[in-house]
């Protein structure tokens, strides 16, 4: 091997100097420390959209929400009507989306990537999944009215509306899946078919436990967010004002943001509907807080750092 | 042959805590100019630890906490200088290669253009002297543009140390630089730090003990936090004064 010698000139010649350096540190740290206020106030812009809106509502919600709301049945009269129908009808509806998008989605992303060639056909699929994430979720609504509500003649039923729900959130949950499965490294699959393994025990034993905290948290997330799904669910017609309480799959129901939007609706008519809207909202956001501290606790529970 | 240069570095009673596991425990070592200083040990004995406070590294890890007193000419690193100004005068190459995933001209020019340097004339020179002193120039000249890791491992260790010298810092710490690479590549860099001793002060970690005999003027012997030995590399192989140190070098545990 022959040495490599630097020419002298190569070496000694210095391009920066070091005072300029400095004098320009001090300007680089003035730079960092303005950067960390702007970032420092947008949280805190976020934060005080969020306290002026939760304030709002819980204001006007006060007196309203009480034991007797939450177990009631819902009623014309105001100060009668209570929103267990309706709650009883989002987890019922929760019951179909969940295990639904679970299941489909995480098999997609599986199939996406680990057992599909990635072609130029993976990847059109691909660029579409990301783009029905994108489609607004009233088209959502007549698909699931055409499909699910005409042809399988399901009509406005909370299986119907499950289904509409699982389609609209599905891209989100087959993307971070897929996006979990690509951040467990290869050399872990490399192991394990370094063993013997089959690529389905890899995937089941290895994959699938490396990306779960990824696939909770992201379908935690799609359930928030179609738990306070509105537009789907008026375009498949769900009724007004259903007064029993829903006990399986196929009766007709309400929900929380929908009746949380025909309230506001009425307001008009009668005022003291804003008050029934504000405490109903207070329920939902109570659900999805839960619901999201759930998804950050699986993912702190499981993270995994390779 | 106790060497005439000056003291670079003064490591006085210094302890540093990770929550409430201490790391290192009492630790007092003198880094001279223009030497090469290495450190050895078993696995989680603290040398990478140790290496790791010359530039303030460790600010990065939270609930860590350094006691005792480490000065850079003269001037204390955790008390009178700020930490950016620090890592310009004290440059570090990782234990694996790891240049950004741009072209390896924009690799090097990283640094300097932090430092306001915009002519391209001027950081054309810059990333030629790099290039060069890392003995890579030959290999890349005619693929400047080239993404940097699309070369092979050796390479992309020489392009890291390029791109520290491209800041033109006076320390270089080097945290295991070859424990990835093929022997040949290990030569070709152990080659460079011996060339490079001739303008820069560098500490190395490494876990090759051949190779701190190799390269190293001084040896400096870690265990379990403490500081067992330190001295001419010469000496602490062939003639080591503590027990502990002749058992580790001469392969009776770690």
Redesign the interface.
Known sequence: MTKTTVPESHRTHKYIDPEKAHQRVKKRVMINNIAHVLFFLTIVFAMAVLCVLIFNIIKDSIGWLDWKFITGKLSIKPEKAGIKGVIMGSALLMAVVAPVTLFVGVATAIYMEEYSKKGAIHALININIANLAGVPSVIFGLLGLTVFGRLFGLGSSILAGGLTLSLLVLPNVVVASQEAIKAVPNSLREASYGLGATKWTTVRKVVLPGALPGIMTGSILALSRAIGETAPLVVLGIPTLIMKIPTGVMDDFTALPIQIYYWTLDTVLTKEYANLAAATIVVLLGTLFVLNSAAIIIRNKFQRRY | METKNSVKFKIENMDFHYGDFQALKNINLEIKENEITALIGPSGCGKSTFLRSLNRMNDLIENTKVDGSITLDGVDIYKDY?V??LR?RVGMVFQKPNPFPMSIYDNIAYG?R????RKKS?LD??V??SL??A?IWDEVKDDLKKNALALSGGQQQRICIARTLA??PEVILMDEPTSALDP?AT??IE??IN?LK??YTIVIVTHNMQQAGRISDKTAFFLMGELIEFSETDKLFSNPENKKTEDYITGRFG
């Open positions: 700020d950016i100004d310009l300097p932090l430092n306001g340097i001027v020179k810059i030629e002297k060069r002193a003995a800041v033109e040949i030569l070709k080659d460079l060339e001739k303008d």
